[in-house]
T-cell receptor, first 114, second 110 residues
């Protein structure tokens, strides 16, 4: 099946710094990718839709200036958490559709802001 | 907006017992997908249901889509410890977006 690779798998950063998370589709092209956030023992909440070559579409309540999304190629989307604070600590997961309506997810990035 | 309700939130079973999780929507769904997320892992696609009344089986897993396309269920027969994880139903949110239900966390005790 299709493979989506996410990097890094975990990161610890200081409050006020920015963190970039990469999401790559390894064996297929993805004009659209999705970014989710998951708090412990909760469901996945869609943050934004990343569109290749154009601006991302953010879900209601998600600050676009805080969560910068760039989708510069058909195989790479990045999420940058700017000026991170402890409340941004979470599990961030990307996904892309790999055909037949199936969504494939990256391994996820566990972000801890200290 | 659209919302898929999923119950129960948590289920505790002995190995060998059956398990069922249910999804309900207030609106008609075009399709429903089920995903499994192991502890510490990422969601993995299980199945997509499209047709009214559809029933699909994958070994010990049976998936059903209601006649009105407003509800769905996942039934696991004779659970094993490898079934541990959270099972999510999802609905299409338009523009290929997937909206996740709350999930049902399954714990299986040997």
């Amino acid at each position: 099946g299709a493979v989506v690779s996410q990097h890094p798998s975990w990161v610890i950063c200081k409050s006020g710094t920015s963190v970039k998370i990469e999401c790559r589709s390894l064996d297929f092209q993805a004009t659209t990718m999705f970014w989710y956030r998951q708090f412990p023992k909760q469901s996945l909440m869609l943050m934004a839709t990343s569109n290749e070559g154009s601006k991302a579409t953010y879900e209601q309540g998600v600050e676009k200036d805080k969560f910068l999304i760039n989708h510069a190629s058909l195989t790479l989307s990045t999420l940058t958490v700017t000026s991170a604070h402890p409340e941004d600590s979470s599990f961030y997961i990307c996904s892309a559709f790999g055909g037949q309506g199936k969504a494939f997810f990256g391994q996820g990035t566990r972000l801890t802001v200290v | 907006g659209q919302q898929v309700m999923q119950i129960p939130q948590y289920q505790h079973v002995q190995e060998g017992e059956d398990f069922t999780t249910y999804c309900n929507s207030s609106t008609t769904l075009s399709n429903i997908q089920w995903y499994k997320q192991r502890p510490g892992g990422h969601p993995v696609f299980l199945i997509q249901l499209v047709k009214s009344g559809e029933v699909k089986k994958q070994k010990r897993l049976t998936f059903q889509f209601g006649e009105a396309k407003k509800n769905s269920s996942l039934h696991i027969t004779a659970t094993q410890t490898t079934d541990v994880g959270t099972y999510f139903c999802t609905q299409s949110g338009g523009y290929n977006k997937l909206i996740f239900g709350a999930g049902t966390r399954l714990a299986v005790h040997p």
